[in-house]
């Protein structure tokens, strides 16, 4: 019996009228949180051009912005800064969770872990009021770079660093991964990349946050899942995989081969590609300027040469242009931080957004469930277990 086969005969139009694969031309929501012209290259939060935050947004008016859709004023922004200080240390459960990883554990799965676990002390965990709920995004903002800088300290053997009780987000982060606080230019670099990341309409790892919420699940549950979706390698995990990709070039690479061979054996090109973009993603925009500075800064020029020449010829072959992932992986080089962690500071950012979304979800929730289309048989005889 082969089930597949007699598939079109057993579905019903009446009940199933159309499948969508991959929900591509599914609007299953509405939000204030962010736009995307996919065909103009735009990307708008709550109002503000990603341009225009670019420029003159810090992280912690963007995470204001996300949960509250309007910008703080100074006593508003200096109160979230004092929440997010404050905020910072991970309990002592998480820690020795941390110092009890295997080395070689992947970041994003030790991180997913982690934040599982904050809910264990989290006063808030299970209060779905909307004061606590804007405390445990606070927190978990607040908590997620901690755990993965301390991560990263045990891994390679250093003690981990305590947070500050003072400076952004950015600077903090720098500070626990390196040991010692970081120069302006390096903080509001990160700072900018945290803009960048922080929220993307209805990408697949939001997407699970608000199918989570949408059971009415506490918001640790939809982060944890979010963190899990964004790990793979077609959504937040693109970064480390281009990062990889430019690690196996050398200087005597013809990346004009190299990437018609991946073309050729069907293989994707990490960093390139979007459901929603058909042309230059905005923020592959701004990091492109990023990436070409800091290369030549440490000098490792090599790099955006060859992801230049890797565009170019994605562009001839495909007509496919680069998405955040593409650029962003020099930039965290350069940077000097291990490529297997860009999909953590990724998550780093994005909780802001996810968060936003649990949040503007359980306002005004309504159960996700979708249907399937059934392919398979129907009315099969048993066959007891020894007569198969
Ligand atoms: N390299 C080579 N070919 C590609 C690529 C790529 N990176 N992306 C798309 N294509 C081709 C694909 O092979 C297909 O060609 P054809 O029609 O000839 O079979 C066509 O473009 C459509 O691609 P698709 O995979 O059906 O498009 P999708 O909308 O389902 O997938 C995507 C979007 C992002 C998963 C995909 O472009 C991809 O796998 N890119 C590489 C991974 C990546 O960079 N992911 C990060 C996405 S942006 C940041 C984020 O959200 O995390």
Do not use: W
């Given at each position: 019996m082969e089930p597949n086969k007699a598939a079109p005969t057993l579905i019903d139009p009446e009940l199933y009228p159309y499948c969508d694969k991959g929900l591509e031309g599914i609007v299953a929501f509405s939000s204030r949180k962010s736009f995307i012209d996919g065909a103009k290259g735009e990307l708008i939060y709550a109002g503000y051009s990603i341009e225009t935050l670019a420029e003159h947004a810090t992280f912690e008016e963007v995470c204001y912005l996300l949960w509250h859709e309007r910008l703080p004023d100074q006593a508003e922004l200096d109160a979230l800064h004092a929440g997010l200080q404050a905020e910072r240390g991970i309990p002592e459960t998480v820690t020795a969770y941390l110092k009890s990883t295997?080395?070689?554990?992947?970041?994003?799965?030790?991180?997913?872990?982690?934040?599982?676990?904050?809910?264990?002390?989290?006063?808030?965990?299970?209060?779905?009021?909307?004061?606590?709920?804007?405390?445990?995004?606070?927190?978990?903002?607040?908590?997620?770079?901690?755990?993965?800088?301390?991560?990263?300290?045990?891994?390679?053997?250093?003690?981990?660093?305590?947070?500050?009780?003072?400076?952004?987000?950015?600077?903090?982060?720098?500070?626990?991964?390196?040991?010692?606080?970081?120069?302006?230019?390096?903080?509001?670099?990160?700072?900018?990349?945290?803009?960048?990341?922080?929220?993307?309409?209805?990408?697949?790892?939001?997407?699970?946050?608000?199918?989570?919420?949408?059971?009415?699940?506490?918001?640790?549950?939809?982060?944890?899942?979010?963190?899990?979706?964004?790990?793979?390698?077609?959504?937040?995990?693109?970064?480390?995989?281009?990062?990889?990709?430019?690690?196996?070039?050398?200087?005597?690479?013809?990346?004009?081969?190299?990437?018609?061979?991946?073309?050729?054996?069907?293989?994707?090109?990490m960093g390139f590609g979007h459901r929603v973009y058909k042309t230059f993603d905005p923020r592959a925009t701004q990091l492109r300027i990023l990436a070409k500075d800091l290369a030549r800064e440490v000098g490792k020029e090599y790099l955006y040469h060859w992801s230049e020449a890797i565009l170019k010829t994605m562009k001839e072959e495909k007509n496919i242009d680069p998405n955040v992932d593409f650029f962003s992986a020099t930039v965290y080089y350069s940077m000097g931080i291990m490529p297997d962690l860009y999909t953590a500071i990724f998550a780093m950012s994005r909780i802001s957004g996810w968060t936003a979304h649990y949040i503007e979800q359980l306002n005004n929730n309504r159960l996700i469930r979708p249907r399937q289309l059934y392919l398979g048989a129907k009315g099969l005889d048993w066959t007891p277990v020894e007569a198969r």
């Open positions: 295997n080395p070689k554990s992947e970041p994003m799965s030790v991180l997913r872990t982690a934040v599982s676990m904050l809910a264990d002390e989290d006063p808030d965990a299970e209060d779905m009021g909307a004061e606590a709920q804007l405390r445990k995004a606070i927190r978990l903002t607040a908590k997620m770079p901690t755990i993965i800088a301390a991560f990263d300290r045990v891994r390679n053997g250093k003690d981990i660093v305590t947070p500050l009780a003072k400076g952004s987000t950015a600077y903090n982060f720098l500070y626990m991964l390196n040991g010692e606080e970081p120069g302006s230019h390096a903080e509001r670099v990160m700072d900018l990349c945290l803009v960048l990341h922080a929220e993307h309409g209805m990408n697949a790892s939001t997407f699970t946050a608000r199918a989570v919420c949408s059971t009415m699940s506490d918001m640790h549950s939809a982060v944890t899942g979010a963190i899990g979706s964004l790990k793979g390698p077609l959504h937040g995990g693109a970064n480390t995989a281009v990062m990889e990709m430019l690690m196996d070039l050398h200087e005597d690479t013809d990346i004009v081969a190299f990437v018609k061979g991946k073309l050729e054996r069907k293989e994707k090109i």
